[in-house]
């Protein structure tokens, strides 16, 4: 049975804005590392556009190793996307989904194969809030943005966290993998 892993970055004070982080050489292998592992990633509308993104890059290279990689990995992987707007969507390993979350998470989770992983921050409070979510991986950026979107916001229950180890990047960044353990209303 697979994993469900919710894989996101995040400021020092919370926030998720894929603008303030400081992404260098290291986080981008390590992601690269996460994708090559896992078996699909799920994203929202919003975060799926953001990821296009990394399209070009398969085609045409930066130059820069690690995110040419990451590129390649991002592009590779199957992305199952949700979205009440989108009617079709054209990048090759990606798919709308058939069906509601929870219906198509569990059926994910049925199948043989890598984890999968959770890269949007309303899909992520949707299955914290369905006990979906299997694995946290949060990597927390050493900065301070002081607005934005929390990452824990509107969660039904409280929820108690194992924390099964860390990974500190040379900048300052620290990677925190946690097990959600307990709900407790």
Same mark, same amino acid.
């Given at each position: ?9 995040? &400021? ?19 992601? &690269?590392? +996460? +994708?090559?592992?896992?078996? #699909? ?5 919003? &975060? ?9 890059? #398969? ?72 006990? +979906? ?32 180890? &860390? ?19």
């Amino acid at each position: 049975m697979r994993k469900v892993v919710a894989a996101f970055n995040m &400021t020092l004070d919370g926030f998720c804005d894929h603008t303030a982080g400081i992404p260098d050489e290291e986080i981008h292998c390590h992601y &690269t590392a +996460l +994708l090559n592992n896992a078996a #699909v990633i799920v994203y929202g509308r919003i &975060t799926y556009q953001l990821m296009e993104y990394w399209r070009p890059f #398969v085609q045409t290279p930066s130059g820069e190793k690690s995110k040419d990689e990451f590129a390649l990995a991002i592009d590779k992987i199957q992305k199952v996307v949700f979205s009440n707007s989108l009617k079709s969507i054209d990048w090759e390993r990606a798919k709308l989904a058939d069906g509601e979350l929870k219906d198509e998470i569990i059926k994910l989770k049925q199948q043989s194969g890598g984890d999968i992983l959770v890269g949007s921050r309303s899909l992520i409070i949707q299955l914290m809030n369905l006990n +979906l979510i299997d694995e946290f991986q949060l990597c927390i950026y050493p900065v301070v943005v002081r607005q934005g979107l929390p990452l824990f916001e509107n969660i039904d229950d409280r929820i108690i966290f194992k924390l099964l180890k &860390t990974k500190t990047f040379a900048r300052g960044s620290v990677l925190l993998y946690y097990q959600p353990t307990s709900v407790i209303d």
